[in-house]
């Protein structure tokens, strides 16, 4: 059996008071979803939808490769607006998820697809 032993930040997401622990090589998305938690909208995963757009409000996150500035303009980088795909956690992260948030969103996504 194979234990994750690499160093944790915490992430909390405001919306649902859940927090989630995510290693600091991955991004804040692939910790929430290792983990089978909701809580950030999920869409390609890798940049190109800006489904995951959240705004850092407490910690810091480090780059894991450009951000589109179709989803994220400059200003709102410089608020703490960011792709919760692009980025990991250098320290405890506090985040909101910035686009329509939806706290069923597995639930609505399962039913629309069985129908």
Same mark, same amino acid.
């Given at each position: 059996m194979m234990f994750d032993t690499r160093p944790k930040m915490t992430v909390h997401v405001a919306q649902t008071g859940e927090s989630f622990p995510c290693a600091g090589d991955e991004? +804040?998305?692939? $910790?929430? @979803?290792? @983990?089978?938690? &909701?809580?950030? #909208?999920? $869409? =390609? !995963? &890798?940049?190109? =939808? $800006?489904? =995951? *757009?959240v705004r850092v409000t407490d910690g810091q996150c480090r780059s894991l490769g450009p951000i589109s500035r179709a989803h994220v303009s400059a200003e709102e980088e410089a608020q703490g607006f960011t792709l919760a795909?692009?980025?990991? #956690?250098?320290?405890? !992260?506090? +985040?909101? !998820?910035?686009? *329509?948030?939806?706290? #069923?969103?597995?639930? $609505?996504f399962a039913a629309a697809a069985n129908t």
């Open positions: 991004s +804040l998305l692939q $910790g929430m @979803l290792r @983990l089978g938690r &909701n809580g950030i #909208p999920v $869409g =390609c !995963v &890798n940049g190109g =939808c $800006g489904i =995951c *757009k795909c692009r980025v990991a #956690p250098v320290t405890a !992260v506090r +985040l909101e !998820v910035a686009g *329509k948030f939806e706290k #069923p969103f597995r639930k $609505g």
